[in-house]
């Protein structure tokens, strides 16, 4: 089986996340999309997310409709913070025989050469990447065989955005799945 793993602090997931994940299911060799919550990514403080159980009920909440979307806490239990390299061994020792692969926005390839152990994961998986609006697209590591870009939407929704519109007290109902948007509002969270 070919697993795409979608990382990220999902705070809170939102359509966009949706619209990718779909996209890679439908578009691709991939049989599955597993949203893979991070406790925390070394390049962002970690004083500003929710909980991890938190956050993973809302990508559960998400994605219960989508039968080849999973939700994934498997980095729950990993050290922290979270390093790719550290969860794809951890993966492939759980599940020896499936196929992993990285999904990962534009901007993120940018920032590949800083990962942990960079090298060995562009030489030993397959790496999606879907587009994002950037000022400069120039990357040496487009070249690697691994680097798939894939002709997906363009979706322009931020997690920081939903934060801070939800603060404000607009409406950004739209912006998440129905089920997320009652949690997040049961829940009151983002709202101070």
Known sequence: MNIGLYFGTFNPIHVG?????????????LDE????VTPHNPFKKK??????HQRYEMVYLATEEYPSIKPSDIEFNLPQPSYTTTTLVHLEEKH???????IMGEDNLQSLHKWRNAEHIIENYNIYVYPRVLESKDNPLVAAASIH????????????????????????KPLLAPKVWEYVEKMNFYKN
Do not use: C
């Open 47 to 52: 004083a500003t997310l929710l909980d991890n």
């Open 33 to 36: 999309v597993w949203m893979v």
């Open 96 to 102: 020896p025989n499936y196929n992993f692969s990285l």
């Open 149 to 172: 870009k894939i002709d997906a939407p363009i979706v322009e929704i931020s997690s920081t955005a939903i934060r801070q519109g939800i603060k404000s007290k607009k409406n950004i």
């Open 17 to 29: 996340h949706l619209i990718i994940a779909n996209h890679m299911v439908e578009h691709s060799d």
